[in-house]
């Protein structure tokens, strides 16, 4: 058992992992220490960001973040999930497209940086680079895992989603998502054409190893996507008009979009603490 606990890294320690769909977001109980204050980082930390970024904390302000859910010896942070990159050309638009938003609503973080976004902007080099990390589209909640449930979850997932095959995500629709609990809002890139029915066939199936777990399921309507942006609190009015205005201006100028960007499906990976599982093989191509 000490060799699996340690396998899996301390069960406080952060679960890297990007659950944006809205996020369950509980704040700490009161028996636990009070969060403790830190700076964002300097632009140069950039270079070395990781693939991805914590989901069992939520900022309550700047440079405080506090556990979605309260830690528990011997618990551990699930996320199931599908990578995402995005490609160069697509990145250079959706750098110029939240400069814009950016410098009309106030206040944004590029998600997972922790770093203002209006920084970031300052240099689009640094914030091109931000942007090619891997993203997530979440197949199912964050929640706390018991460490007794792994083997059976790992196991139960392969089983279910072990053979797949290679499809295309269309991100063709900028949308505001808000968490459970209102206190963050995201701006996201969702699908909603090519790649929507295979991806919630495989929520579906995340969803009934979860019920199998007693864990919570996902969202009865599920709307598979990424997100770029975060804000604290209900912005929903403030930054979905933004970005309408700013499409209006692109349609304005005769540029047509049928999509913002393509990924080609590239596998499904559950991340509990800080240990990463390969659930499905892709044929080769």
């Known amino acids: ?13 952060d679960s890297d992992t990007d659950d944006t769909f809205p996020a369950v977001s509980v704040a700490a ?5 009070e969060p403790i204050s830190l700076p964002p980082p300097p632009l140069d930390l950039l270079d ?10 939520y900022s309550t302000e700047p440079g405080v973040r506090v556990r979605n859910f309260p830690h528990v010896d011997g618990n551990y942070a699930l996320h199931v999930y599908i990578p ?6 697509p990145k250079k638009e959706i750098v110029c497209f939240l400069k814009r938003v950016a410098s009309v609503v106030p206040n944004l973080h590029l998600v997972e940086a922790d ?5 970031l902007c300052k240099d689009e080099q640094k914030l091109e680079h931000a942007l090619g990390r891997e993203f ?13 449930q792994i083997n059976s979850v790992v196991s139960l997932l392969r ?18 998502f808000l968490n459970d609990d209102c206190t963050r809002s995201f701006l996201s890139l969702e699908i909603t054409t090519s790649g929507l029915s295979e991806t919630c066939k495989q929520i579906d199936a995340v969803n009934e190893v979860y019920k199998l777990h007693n864990l919570p399921e996902f969202y009865k309507d599920p709307r598979p996507h990424i997100s770029l942006v975060w804000a604290l609190g209900d912005i929903r009015t403030s930054l979905k008009g933004a970005v309408d205005r700013e499409l209006r201006k692109l349609r304005a100028g005769d540029y047509v979009q049928n999509r ?12 509990i603490g800080h240990k990463t599982h390969k659930i499905c093989n892709l044929p080769d191509e």
């Open 1 to 13: 058992m000490e060799a699996l606990l340690a396998s899996y890294g301390d069960s406080s320690s």
């Open 29 to 33: 109980n009161s028996g636990e220490k």
């Open 48 to 57: 070395s960001i990781g693939s991805t970024g914590s989901v069992d904390f």
């Open 84 to 89: 995402v990159s995005i490609p160069l050309l």
């Open 115 to 119: 770093v203002p976004l209006s920084i």
């Open 136 to 148: 997530h589209i979440s197949l199912g909640r964050s929640v706390a895992l018991r460490v007794h």
């Open 159 to 176: 089983q279910k989603l072990q053979f797949q095959k290679r499809y295309w995500l269309d991100f063709n629709k900028w949308e505001v």
């Open 260 to 271: 913002i960007f393509t990924s080609k499906f590239c596998g499904i990976v559950c991340k």
